[in-house]
């Protein structure tokens, strides 16, 4: 284990000894994995449990957008590429059974300027979608159809279980439902930046309040939690019990931090997880 790692994690531990009240970690299922941020200090991919609050390191490099399969067995990701003075980057796949990448799955070397991120595995499908310009793509892997849905807003968007249905937004902030079978769309919320539930019942987002909000699809009920910015990432986790709140300052001489919380949304108490240097790293909890 090399020395940056040793301080990274030595910098999450400090931050796990300040805990919220009323959420028991034993209660926080799963296993969450770590990218990077824009900025920070790690150079591994990392998982952590947070119901021991143990850290392991998965596999050196600075990997972005992490997301896991649904078995998580793989880890999909994007990593930068330099090419004499250009600088590429390229959509991979780490297999963790046997510690090894796959090929690149796509490089938009013929896109320089366009990636815009958000990577992510369509469900039920051998495709991935993510964002060239300012619209959502999706990219077939067993024909390499490259195939162009819709513009989105601030980059964002987010799959349902069955990778038949995506929420997105527009500028003027209003938050869609779009059906991938019949084409239709259907204005559902007045927002930002939504995110569905593993289990399809909820959608979080971020009002026009800036409150961060979670909205039951089936009952209509929703609950109005902290105050959020557009740095702050959030995901459900597995059992839609909890949201995962990433948030970031800067201290005074301009340097970012990031805190990871485990959010009660329905409580509104959070317990303090992790934190460090960067921006807030790019994560996803199974």
């Known amino acids: 284990m090399n020395k940056r790692l040793i301080l990274f994690i030595i910098s999450m531990l400090c931050f796990t000894t300040l805990t919220g009240c009323g959420i028991d970690r034993r209660e926080l299922v799963g296993d969450i994995i770590i990218g990077n941020g824009y900025t920070g200090i790690a150079d591994y991919l990392i998982k952590y449990n947070p119901a021991a609050n143990e850290f392991e390191s998965v596999v050196p490099g600075f990997y972005y957008e992490v997301e896991y399969n649904e078995d998580k067995s793989k880890i999909l990701c994007y990593k930068s590429l330099r090419y004499s003075e250009i600088l590429n980057s390229e959509i991979c796949e780490y297999d963790i059974k046997s510690n090894e990448f796959s090929e690149a799955i796509f490089n938009w070397s013929e896109y320089p300027d366009e990636f815009e991120g958000n990577v992510k595995y369509v469900p039920n499908s051998d495709s991935i979608s993510f964002i060239l310009g300012d619209a959502l793509h999706i990219y077939d892997r067993s024909s390499g159809t490259l195939t162009k849905l819709f513009k989105v807003a601030f980059d964002w968007y987010s799959w349902d279980n069955t990778g038949k249905k995506l929420l997105y937004g527009d500028y003027d902030e209003n938050i869609y439902m779009y059906d991938m079978e019949s084409k239709e769309e259907k204005k559902i919320l007045e927002g930002r930046h939504p995110v569905y539930s593993n289990s399809n019942e909820y959608i979080a ?6 409150k961060l909000t979670v909205y039951n699809v089936n009952t209509g009920e929703n609950w109005r939690t902290v105050t959020i910015g557009s740095s702050t990432r959030y995901i459900f986790s597995p059992d839609d019990k909890y949201i995962l ?19 009660d949304y329905k409580t509104g108490k959070k317990k303090r997880l992790f934190g460090g240097e960067g921006n807030v790293p790019s994560l996803d909890w199974k």
Do not use: C, F, N, R
């Open 245 to 263: 709140l990433g948030t970031e300052y800067w201290d005074i001489v301009s340097i970012p931090h990031y805190i990871i919380y485990a959010l």
């Open 205 to 210: 987002y971020m009002g026009k309040d800036q």
